[in-house]
């Protein structure tokens, strides 16, 4: 199984799980029964030349380098296309090559690179003094050939490495790639003259809508009785605009009016895009604005309590931009991100009125998987999460889930991983085999936030059972200015282990954990960065850098890695806490906006160092993408 991304034009990242069926998982059989090994690991590579009409691409690329390292492999290769032919041919190192290739090239350049060190440790390290080293190389080659009209692929590989001592007939395995749809692959192939099989592949851009959304908004004709009412009354002219945005699930906190310029500010839950939100909220709303003298709108965002940022456009370079009077550049030019504004109660001709308290409930599927256990290649559970809350108010809620396992194997786990550390995470297995469980039960009050022209400061008090694993109480705190691009928050939870069958009793185990966060967004297109430093939840204490690449579309790829006081030998194989994680907006194989996405965590191992508490408040999830950078950045959802 692969999973590959592009989160650059110059750079692949793919994971892959294997399961190597002539070999077992251990020589226990006590502990791993007849179960085959199974295999992970992390895959790198990145363009050196793009390849252009006289010179191929050149790569560099890195297969299995964060693992144990004994599958471990580096490579050159070289790629050309030739109308509808596509030529590789490259070189490789450790697991890619073979006793009988070539002398390793680099040896010529330095004596050292004949010898491979073969001390792989605890692994989970970037053992960079293995890199290229051995005394032999192996070259491969191949190429495709792509029918233009049928969409149908031919390959053909040649390679002699065999990490994994797998029987073959031949150095050479070819097959046909079969488009099924649009997104869809099925490959048919002969492996190494021995092995016939196929495979399913899903492929799309994500950083491209993938389907199109074509959102109607309904045009609205007013008599002359209706325009000298919204021209010269406030209620009618304010109601109004409430009563057409709730149509398309924006909701209107408040409005001011200053000389002839309007100030709006909504709640709203359906557009992941600020810009292309605050196009629809002018559309909406146009023909009202159209009876008054408005010059400018203001529009400003509210995440729960707070005032995320506000966007101001010139409503007449705005309707020129719709007639396509204008281009793309120009109206780009005249959209503003504006810092909060703060006007008196004589401004304001509307306050959103809510009766509270609020009843919201939810079900959705709920899936649990464990993948490379020494009992079964795959373990999980399908099931129902329902949930359910109160909104006291505008700072106050209650939340609670509850999930239901409908099929499940994660009864046959047996063990729990090796620890030398508390148990925080790394019995994870007793938790997952239970079929009924009270997920959360939480009760969350916001502080009202504290405004300035330039900075936001707000802050929450949690407390009840936050996850599946722990429960507690604790708060957090967020300072930002809006026009920087980056901001601070800062957590602390005391916090006690959960009994496993998820009711509500507690183990004996209990520990304080926090973590001060600086969150950038960086100058490169959609990068982000947090760098947290703290208290984890096995007592120990050290950093967890967290870097991740958002496109236009609201997908993300990300990659993180936690080091701690606690060592190797401590925390056992991996070395230290990492993962690899992408989300999926769930839109874009819709026709409607939704803000919801679908996460996937790949991480090698459970183990306790480094561990960190889920459930919490996560302030940064009400402010993230809203800084005037970073909607500068998402700019051209705006231009749909």
């Known amino acids: 199984m692969f999973i590959s991304a592009n989160p650059f034009d110059w750079m692949e990242v793919s994971l892959r799980y294997a399961d190597i069926n002539t070999r077992k998982y251990s020589s226990f059989k006590s502990f791993s029964g007849d179960q085959t090994y199974k295999d992970k690991s992390f895959n790198l590579k990145i363009k050196l030349i793009e390849e252009s009409e006289r010179f191929p691409e050149l790569s560099i690329g890195f297969r299995d380098f964060i693992g144990t390292g004994k599958f471990s492999g580096e490579y050159i290769v070289s790629s050309k296309k030739f109308g509808d032919f596509d030529l590789t041919a490259g070189l490789g190192w450790g697991a890619l090559s073979e006793d009988k290739g070539i002398k390793n090239p680099f040896i010529d350049i330095n004596e050292s690179y004949s010898e491979r060190p073969d001390d792989y440790g605890l692994g989970g390290n970037i053992e960079f003094t293995r890199w290229f080293k051995g005394p032999k190389a192996s070259a491969f080659y191949g190429f495709s050939y792509l029918n233009k009209y049928s969409g149908l692929r031919f390959k053909l590989d040649y390679d002699k490495s065999n990490p994994f001592n797998l029987p073959k007939d031949s150095d050479y395995s070819f097959g046909l790639s079969i488009p099924a749809s649009k997104f869809l692959d099925i490959s048919l192939f002969r492996h190494r003259g021995i092995d016939l099989g196929f495979g399913i592949s899903y492929k799309a851009n994500y950083s491209k809508e993938i389907i199109s959304k074509n959102e109607v908004i309904n045009p609205i004709d007013f008599s002359n009785k209706d325009i000298d009412l919204l021209s010269s009354n406030n209620d009618v002219f304010s109601g109004t605009i409430n009563l057409l945005l709730s149509r398309y699930e924006i909701f209107t906190q408040e409005i001011f009016l200053e000389s002839n310029d309007l100030f709006i500010t909504v709640n709203q839950s359906k557009y992941r895009n600020l810009n292309l939100a605050a196009k629809r909220v002018i559309q909406i709303i146009d023909k009202v604005l159209s009876t008054r003298q408005i010059n400018n709108i203001s529009i400003t965002f509210q995440s729960a309590n707070v005032k995320i940022g506000s966007i101001k456009f010139p409503l007449d370079k705005f309707r020129k931009f719709v007639d396509n009077s204008i281009s793309y550049a120009e109206i780009k030019n005249h959209i503003s991100y504006e810092n909060f504004y703060v006007l008196g109660d004589e401004n304001r001709i509307f306050k959103g009125e809510i009766d509270f308290p609020l009843y919201t409930w939810g079900l959705k599927p709920d899936l649990k998987n464990h993948l490379g256990a020494p009992e079964a290649f795959y373990s999980g ?244 993408n809203s800084s005037s950078y970073y909607l500068n950045y998402l700019n051209e959802g705006f231009y749909e």
């Not at 409908?406 to 786990?413: A, E, T, V, W």
């Open 381 to 624: 559970q399908i099931g129902l999460l329902a949930s359910g809350g109160i909104i006291f108010n505008k700072n106050s809620y209650f939340d609670t889930s509850f999930g239901i396992g409908i099929f499940q194997n994660l009864d046959q786990l047996r063990l729990t991983a090796f620890s030398r550390l508390p148990k925080v995470r790394s019995d994870v297995r007793e938790y997952l085999k239970e079929r009924y469980v009270i997920k959360q039960v939480a009760f969350t009050h916001l502080f009202e936030p504290i405004y300035s022209k330039d900075y936001l400061f707000f802050g929450g008090l949690k407390i009840g059972l936050f996850e599946e694993m722990y429960g507690g109480v604790g708060g957090e705190l967020l300072f930002r200015d809006i026009n920087k691009p980056w901001y601070l928050t800062a957590n602390y939870y005391w916090v006690k282990q959960r009994e496993f069958n998820q009711r509500f009793s507690f183990r004996d185990y209990e520990t304080f954990t926090g973590h001060l966060n600086f969150i950038w967004e960086t100058p490169i297109d959609g990068v982000k960065m947090i760098l947290s430093g703290g208290r984890y939840l096995a007592k120990d204490s050290g950093i967890t850098l967290n870097l991740s690449k958002s496109f236009k579309t609201g997908f993300t790829l990300g990659l993180y890695a936690t080091k701690t006081d606690v060592s190797s030998l401590e925390f056992g194989e991996g070395s230290f806490d990492k993962g690899i994680y992408f989300s999926i907006p769930l839109d874009v194989v819709s026709s409607k906006y939704r803000k919801n996405n679908a996460r996937f965590v790949w991480k090698n191992l459970t183990r306790d160092g480094g561990a960190m508490l889920s459930g919490t408040l996560d302030l940064n999830g009400h402010v993230e």
